[in-house]
């Protein structure tokens, strides 16, 4: 799909380009793909999300998707390709569906790490504080959309905020779906599966969307990504 590719290529967050994402582990060939590292401390996103949670998350579960995509291309016609050619080249076909599920939630994961930071949310900088006003009317209507959008996912996903054309948007995916694949360009995003967020918050997902906007959100990612 080589159109496809090149809309998704073009749409890149600079800092999610190959040597991010791609990082090779030159010292086993048969494992090519390697969870990047987390951007701060498990312990840095307390009280909002306790280390537990993020202990889990990412060294069990990311893992588990970089394990799971590394058995699964190892010898087919994915082994040396990046991770954004393996998730443009798998999307929508149901016959690789196993290999698109862990490279997206590989790539949505890394998204999401830095879509947070300690001492996070507050005001937008002023240059993302514009677009907001433009297309959702103040930065309060776009945060209560991303809420109820997070909120609102029917099982497990993501919420995402994206750049489509000059206007953001905030859209929901399924599962391990990316708005990549559609041409939308990524700001920021938040994990609505339960793992992210169950040992914290058990059912109450609304109360752990808010608080990650409200004290973790990385509003400074969305900019750099929307630039
Ligand atoms: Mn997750």
């Not at 967050?13 to 951007?39: G, I, Q, Y």
């Not at 990412?58 to 058995?71: A, E, F, I, S, T």
């Not at 209507?141 to 497990?156: H, I, N």
């Not at 409200?214 to 630039?227: G, R, T, V, Y």
């Amino acid at each position: 799909m080589p159109q496809l590719n090149a809309i998704v290529m073009r749409h890149l967050p600079a800092n999610l380009k190959e040597t991010d994402m791609n990082k090779k582990d030159t010292s086993n060939s048969s494992s090519p793909h390697v969870s990047p590292p987390l951007p701060y401390a498990e312990n840095a996103l307390e009280p909002v999300i306790t280390a537990n949670t993020i202990g889990f998350h990412y060294r069990k579960h990311h893992k588990g998707y970089v394990d799971n995509l590394n058995k699964l291309v190892a010898g087919t016609e994915y082994a040396d390709l990046s991770l954004e050619k393996i998730i443009t080249g798998t999307a929508g076909r149901k016959e690789k569906a196993a290999i698109f599920n862990n490279a997206a939630q590989i790539w949505n994961h890394t998204f999401y790490w830095k879509s947070m930071r300690s001492k996070g949310g507050g005001e937008p900088p002023a240059a993302l504080k514009q677009k907001m006003d433009a297309s959702f009317g103040s930065v309060d209507a776009c945060k209560k959309e991303l809420a109820s959008v997070a909120v609102s996912q029917f099982g497990s996903g993501w919420a995402w905020l994206v750049l489509d054309g000059d206007k953001l948007k905030i859209v929901k995916t399924a599962n391990a779906d990316v708005p990549l694949t559609t041409g939308m360009k990524p700001l920021l995003t938040v994990d609505v599966w339960e793992h992210a967020y169950y040992l914290d918050y058990q059912n109450r997902r609304a109360d752990y969307v808010n608080a990650v906007l409200d004290k973790l959100i990385n509003w400074e990612f969305a900019l750099q990504n929307a630039s």
